[in-house]
């Protein structure tokens, strides 16, 4: 709960820009990067920055070419995210950050039960591939989601909003088996009934229906720490659309905003 007392006490007044890491979160990321090589021109600028910086263009829903003049020059921050984001290191940070996460509040490292959704989001004309969902008339993407209990992202991968919910869960289905072994429940709504999501993998998936006389909003059993994590990520203006034009670059900044919310959740408690 937000009282006079907490916000000065997790204030990030004294920071240069809201969206930078300070030291307590730097000392949980700086140890999950890769050092740089031996070989070849010395990086000029730490990757503490550049990382600032990576987070201020999702924060800020800016392009690249608007980072501030304080700011690693714009394309040494693309040249770099297009590094982490073609090797996977984000994604594996945010595995490593929801272990901890997990850990710090008594639970295993690795969770037994998820819950999947799959929202919509427009993509304007450069936003490259993507499709058509009828149902919500949305041209762009939607964002296969796998999030534990307590709704940290375990798996976000972007698709084609004209991708069918139980023809894109397979994809996330498998890939959860990679980073999180030992899931073997899913919750989803009815979008995800069917054949295909069932035989994926040896996961369980339990549909969680609409209660039969619902009228308006109502919060369902299960699924509503998903409909969370949407809000949380939300905050970031990049992914009110997206406007990417590949879907690797989609992903990547998907599980940087995964990565902003876990490490200020640590930051807070180290």
């Known amino acids: 709960m937000w009282t006079p007392a907490t916000r000065r006490q997790y204030s990030r007044d004294e920071l240069r820009y809201d969206t930078d890491l300070t030291d307590a979160e730097w000392a949980l990321i700086e140890p999950l990067l890769p050092e740089p090589h031996a070989r070849g021109r010395p990086w000029l600028w730490p990757a503490r920055e550049i990382l600032n910086a990576i987070f201020y263009v999702l924060r800020g829903g800016i392009a690249w070419r608007l980072l501030t003049a304080d700011s690693p020059p714009r394309s040494t921050v693309f040249r770099r995210f297009s590094l982490w984001r073609d090797t996977g290191l984000l994604e594996a940070i945010n595995h490593l950050l929801v272990m901890a996460d997990r850990e710090r509040v008594g639970r295993e490292a690795s969770p037994t039960t998820a819950v999947l959704d799959s929202p919509s989001v427009k993509t304007p004309q450069s936003g490259g591939l993507r499709g058509y969902k009828a149902g919500q008339k949305v041209k762009g993407r ?22 069918q919910d139980r023809d894109g869960a397979p994809v996330v289905l498998r890939l959860s088996r990679g980073s999180f072994p030992f899931i073997d429940k899913a919750f989803a709504d009815s979008g995800y009934a069917g054949e295909a999501p069932a035989q994926a993998i ?69």
């Open 202 to 270: 040896s996961n369980r998936i339990k549909i969680v229906k609409k209660p039969p006389d619902q009228v308006g909003f109502t919060v369902h059993p299960r699924r509503w720490v998903v409909e969370r994590f949407f809000a949380w990520i939300s905050r970031n203006r990049r992914l009110w659309k997206d406007p990417e034009a590949t879907l690797t670059s989609a992903r990547a900044f998907l599980y940087a905003a995964s990565v902003m919310l876990l490490v200020r959740r640590l930051g807070r408690h180290s």
């Open 142 to 163: 939607k964002r296969q989601v796998m999030v534990d209990t307590d709704g940290r992202g375990l798996i976000l991968e972007p698709q084609p909003a004209d991708v």
